[in-house]
């Protein structure tokens, strides 16, 4: 038998004993070590999205140790550290064919319309799980599928060196947005929050500039750009009005890349002709997939973002409802993570 986290209703966890899964033909049996608690996983604890699938086990941000394989699983070794793709796609159809796995007839997520990793164990596809190096850390191993969806969103918007950027929003995936940026050599890299703790944070991460006043974002963003406005601008927090914020930032052709998922009703209303006679362009992306979720780790192992801010706070799964409960009294722990039973 197994322990698992099952959200019952919004805002309620209980912790049930259910018989540990067995792998069938093409599947994995992982044991869970490390789940990192999303903004997507406070959405569907508080009842805002998903939440025909209740009761359901949440957590898609996860690592752990292939535990048993299915019968015709090759390549894979039971015992080792994996990460592995949440994203299951047909792997038939146009868009799986392009890595558009989001846009599947057939799409299903980990802990969003089925079962996910606020477990002990988990049955997975084989072909999802990715090794990983035993000499990194668990903590920093359930990093990889938010670092992949950063990765991916800077695929879509083709950033270069040099390139001037604002990102909207300091929390754990803004402060990401910045950490890649730096890496890819973009610059200057401006970063904006009403939160001046997280401002500041990101700021020791690798952001140039930290507005905490909306009143001086506008100013500072032009005099940082010799009045053009920033090339690229990425929306993290997932607010209308700060879409718009965005738009009116970016300078001539630029990019606004958005990531910040709003309410299904949320509109953004496009000035078409200064679209078309600026070049603008606006490209949305948020789950990263495929060869983002290689890369993703690869970032990690080689020590190129810093995790400390996201790995220092820890609830076993027995107190998973009191970490939801407490994330937003601790505003300066970017990620909390829980830890499975050992």
Not at 4 to 28: N, Q
Not at 201 to 207: E, K, N, R, S, T
Not at 287 to 301: E, F, P
């Amino acid at each position: 038998m197994m322990q698992a986290a099952v959200l019952v209703e919004p805002g309620r966890f209980e912790i049930e004993e259910r018989p540990i899964p067995k792998p069938g033909p093409g599947e994995a049996l992982i044991r869970i070590s490390r789940v990192g608690i999303c903004g997507t996983d406070l959405h569907i604890f508080h009842g805002h999205y998903a939440a025909e699938q209740l009761p359901m086990v949440p957590g898609h941000e996860f690592t752990g140790t292939i535990a048993a394989l299915g019968p015709d699983v090759t390549g894979l070794t039971p015992g080792g550290k994996v990460v592995v793709d949440m994203n299951i796609g047909c792997t038939r159809c146009f868009w799986c064919r392009r890595n558009e796995i989001l846009n599947c007839p057939e799409m299903r997520q980990m802990g969003i319309t089925m079962d996910g990793a606020f477990a002990e164990h988990m049955v997975v596809p084989a072909r999802l799980v990715i090794p990983a190096p035993d000499r990194v850390s668990d903590a920093v191993l359930a990093l990889t599928e938010p670092l992949a969806c950063v990765v991916r969103a800077a695929r879509k918007a083709r950033v270069s060196f040099g390139q001037s950027a604002l990102v909207i929003g300091a929390g754990p995936i803004g402060n990401l947005h910045v950490q890649l940026l730096r890496t890819i050599g973009a610059a200057p890299i401006i970063v904006t929050d009403i939160a001046a703790d997280r401002v500041a944070l990101a700021l020791d991460c690798g952001a140039d500039i930290g507005v905490s006043d909306p009143a001086t974002l506008r100013q500072t963003v032009l005099e940082a750009t010799q009045g053009r406005g920033a090339d690229l601008v990425i929306e993290s927090v997932g607010q209308a009005d700060l879409y718009r914020t965005g738009l009116r930032l970016m300078r001539k052709g630029g990019h606004l890349a958005a990531f910040g998922l709003t309410g299904p009703d949320a509109e953004l209303a496009l000035p078409i002709l200064d679209t078309i006679l600026q070049e603008n362009s606006v490209k949305g992306s948020v789950a990263g997939m495929g060869q983002d979720m290689h890369d993703a780790l690869t970032l990690l192992v080689y020590g190129r973002i810093a995790t400390d801010a996201f790995t220092r706070a820890a609830y076993p799964l027995a107190e998973i409802q009191a970490a939801f409960d407490s994330i937003a009294d601790r505003p300066g722990d970017l990620k909390t993570q829980i830890v499975m039973p050992s």
